[in-house]
């Protein structure tokens, strides 16, 4: 058996639960010959309680120890600044890198797009967790023109929403899904919206134009600060539910994203899942309409994709390419929805 060194950047609630996943699934490695080992866990305080299967011994502030050696480097730790700077250094140095930072992969795709085109980068865990969205955009549904695509991808909202409509208030809903491990450091990243749109950012690219700005999606971002419970319980009086809904579409010759609030009748598809459930309902020339749902945070949800990146790397397949090159606009007249 040879060893497989993988450097850990965090060990938060993805990083535990890929420490914990990966011990689990170490019989699938060894069917390629290798042994999985963790060369070092990058943390900002190794004396914080953590969960009893974190090897306390690998913790540290030390980012020479964690990557120095590494094969691979798994990067859970967000943010844009510091993830930046290390993940961009091992992929300069030619290292994969499986990560689960959307922010990351949004707002400094510059940087790392031709890291990703050299199929260094895998980053299914960074929308819609452990359900698969971005491996069949970069493969299977790559056969078709996309018409449009529409999605619930952050399920912090998605979770506070549906407790909102069991009558509880906006705070002790949202300190409900923090506890349970779904929301950011910043919690305005996903009650701002600003999360979905960060997903909705990484789908453009691979669906549409592998230049789609994050400016373009921030500038039609709004979030559910400002929802009420009066507004989700009128909504549920006209037979309707309200969901933060991010959208790519055609609108007047160019692609537009946005993510917003919507009032959904009961039984459209994106209305139909609760909690921190997530659902992409894509629109394609050749395979029509495909609908695509699951968990989209937590813990072991989201290690999942991340473990299953690491497993598709050592099967010899590359990264998540984006689109080589923009698909042209199509003509077509998208679904429309009415704003909450
Ligand atoms: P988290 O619980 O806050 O964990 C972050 C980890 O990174 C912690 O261990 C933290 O160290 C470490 N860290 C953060 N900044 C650091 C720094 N400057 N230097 C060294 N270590 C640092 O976050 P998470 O929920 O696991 O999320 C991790 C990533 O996965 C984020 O990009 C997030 O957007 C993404 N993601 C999360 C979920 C989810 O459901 N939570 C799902 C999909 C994707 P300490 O423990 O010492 O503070
Ligand atoms: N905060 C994110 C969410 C985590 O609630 O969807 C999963 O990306």
Same mark, same amino acid.
Request: charged share 25%; hydrophobic share 45%; no cysteine.
């Given at each position: 058996?040879?060893?497989?060194?993988?450097?850990?950047?965090?060990?938060?609630?993805?990083?535990?639960?890929?420490?914990?996943?990966?011990?689990?699934?170490?019989?699938?490695?060894?069917?390629?010959?290798?042994?999985?080992?963790?060369?070092?866990?990058?943390?900002?305080?190794?004396?914080?309680?953590?969960?009893?299967?974190?090897?306390?011994?690998?913790?540290?502030?030390?980012?020479?120890?964690?990557?120095?050696?590494?094969?691979?480097?798994?990067?859970?730790?967000?943010?844009?600044?510091?993830?930046?700077?290390?993940?961009?250094?091992?992929?300069?140095?030619?290292?994969?890198?499986?990560?689960?930072?959307?922010?990351?992969?949004?707002?400094? =795709?510059?940087?790392?797009?031709?890291?990703?085109?050299?199929?260094?980068?895998?980053?299914?865990?960074?929308?819609?967790?452990?359900?698969?969205?971005?491996?069949?955009?970069?493969?299977?549904?790559?056969?078709?023109?996309?018409?449009?695509?529409?999605?619930?991808?952050?399920?912090?909202?998605?979770?506070?929403?549906?407790?909102?409509?069991?009558?509880?208030?906006?705070?002790?809903?949202?300190?409900?899904?923090?506890?349970?491990?779904?929301?950011?450091?910043?919690?305005?990243?996903?009650?701002?919206?600003?999360?979905?749109?960060?997903?909705?950012?990484?789908?453009?690219?691979?669906?549409?134009?592998?230049?789609?700005?994050?400016?373009?999606?921030?500038?039609?971002?709004?979030?559910?600060?400002?929802?009420?419970?009066?507004?989700?319980?009128?909504?549920?009086?006209?037979?309707?539910?309200?969901?933060?809904?991010?959208?790519?579409?055609?609108?007047?010759?160019? =692609?537009?994203?946005?993510?917003?609030?919507?009032?959904?009748?009961?039984?459209?598809?994106?209305?139909?899942?609760?909690?921190?459930?997530?659902?992409?309902?894509?629109?394609?020339?050749?395979?029509?309409?495909?609908?695509?749902?699951?968990?989209?945070?937590?813990?072991?949800?989201?290690?999942?994709?991340?473990?299953?990146?690491?497993?598709?790397?050592?099967?010899?397949?590359?990264?998540?390419?984006?689109?080589?090159?923009?698909?042209?606009?199509?003509?077509?007249?998208?679904?429309?929805?009415?704003?909450?």
């Amino acid at each position: 058996m040879e060893t497989l060194r993988i450097a850990l950047l965090g060990a938060g609630t993805v990083g535990a639960g890929f420490v914990k996943l990966l011990d689990e699934q170490r019989s699938r490695f060894r069917a390629f010959g290798l042994e999985p080992a963790l060369t070092g866990i990058l943390v900002r305080d190794p004396h914080k309680p953590r969960p009893g299967w974190v090897p306390q011994g690998l913790l540290t502030t030390d980012v020479e120890r964690v990557l120095g050696e590494a094969d691979v480097v798994v990067e859970l730790m967000g943010g844009t600044g510091k993830a930046g700077r290390l993940v961009l250094d091992a992929l300069g140095e030619g290292l994969p890198v499986i990560t689960a930072n959307k922010a990351l992969l949004a707002e400094r =795709w510059d940087e790392l797009r031709p890291h990703a085109t050299e199929g260094l980068l895998f980053y299914e865990a960074s929308v819609m967790a452990g359900t698969p969205v971005v491996e069949p955009l970069s493969g299977a549904l790559r056969g078709n023109r996309t018409l449009e695509l529409h999605g619930i991808l952050n399920g912090s909202t998605n979770y506070v929403i549906g407790r909102m409509e069991d009558s509880l208030g906006f705070a002790e809903a949202l300190a409900e899904a923090q506890a349970k491990g779904f929301v950011e450091e910043d919690p305005f990243l996903d009650v701002g919206g600003i999360d979905a749109a960060h997903k909705l950012a990484v789908l453009a690219r691979l669906a549409v134009d592998p230049d789609f700005s994050w400016e373009a999606v921030r500038e039609h971002t709004r979030g559910i600060q400002d929802l009420s419970r009066e507004q989700i319980f009128e909504a549920e009086a006209e037979g309707k539910r309200i969901r933060l809904v991010a959208s790519l579409y055609p609108n007047g010759g160019r =692609w537009k994203a946005a993510v917003r609030p919507v009032k959904l009748p009961a039984d459209h598809p994106l209305a139909r899942f609760g909690h921190a459930r997530n659902a992409l309902l894509y629109r394609g020339d050749a395979v029509g309409e495909v609908l695509i749902s699951g968990g989209g945070a937590g813990s072991a949800v989201t290690a999942s994709a991340v473990v299953g990146d690491l497993l598709r790397m050592l099967e010899g397949y590359p990264g998540h390419p984006p689109l080589p090159e923009a698909a042209p606009v199509p003509d077509y007249e998208p679904e429309t929805f009415e704003e909450a």
